[in-house]
């Protein structure tokens, strides 16, 4: 009996550490780069995507949902935007995606940051849309030295409903 009671507390826990662990991609068509090296999601909320060896070359694409209710607006020079500060050059639009889905766009630069040391200058893109009761934010971060990464680019404007 204790055996089996052991068996389904730890079923249950299993399957509640792989459910946090699930991809805030499900249910989208998302597209991240098939050669990126990719973290596991958490909590269904957050997951990334990284290549490059280096600062001077690594590149950061993020996915992250959140409620409808989620909003870039406040983006700014005092709010970092992933790990960047002095985010400057913003510019927004607003995008069709994917044939039908409305979308906005931004674009900027930033500063990344080690313990308040500056170090890399980097572009900033990224793509917020609803989908359904969640609101979806892709940021694509690079150096500006490094020329754009064609699937990163792609995978900004892949984030719409499933077929």
Partial sequence: M??????TLA???????????SSPAQNTAFQPPS????????????QMWMTGSDTQSRQILMLIRGDKNMSTADL????PVGGNKNVS???????????????????GKGQSTTNGNA??????EGVTTTIAD???????????AVKPDAQA???????????
Wanted: a positive charge.
């Fill in 11 to 21: 079923a249950l826990c299993v399957g509640a550490a792989l459910a946090g662990c």
């Fill in 35 to 46: 050669t990126w090296k990719a973290t596991p999601g958490m909590f269904g909320r957050l």
């Fill in 134 to 144: 969640s609101k979806y934010l892709v940021l694509y971060i690079r150096p500006i």
């Fill in 89 to 107: 050059d913003v510019k927004r639009d607003t995008i069709t995606i994917c044939g039908t889905q409305p979308a906005d766009h931004f674009t």
């Fill in 119 to 124: 170090h890399v200058v980097e572009a900033i």
């Fill in 2 to 7: 204790m055996k089996r009671v052991f068996s």
């Fill in 153 to 163: 680019e792609n995978a900004l404007r892949s984030i719409c409903p499933k077929a």
């Fill in 76 to 79: 700014s020079a005092s709010s």
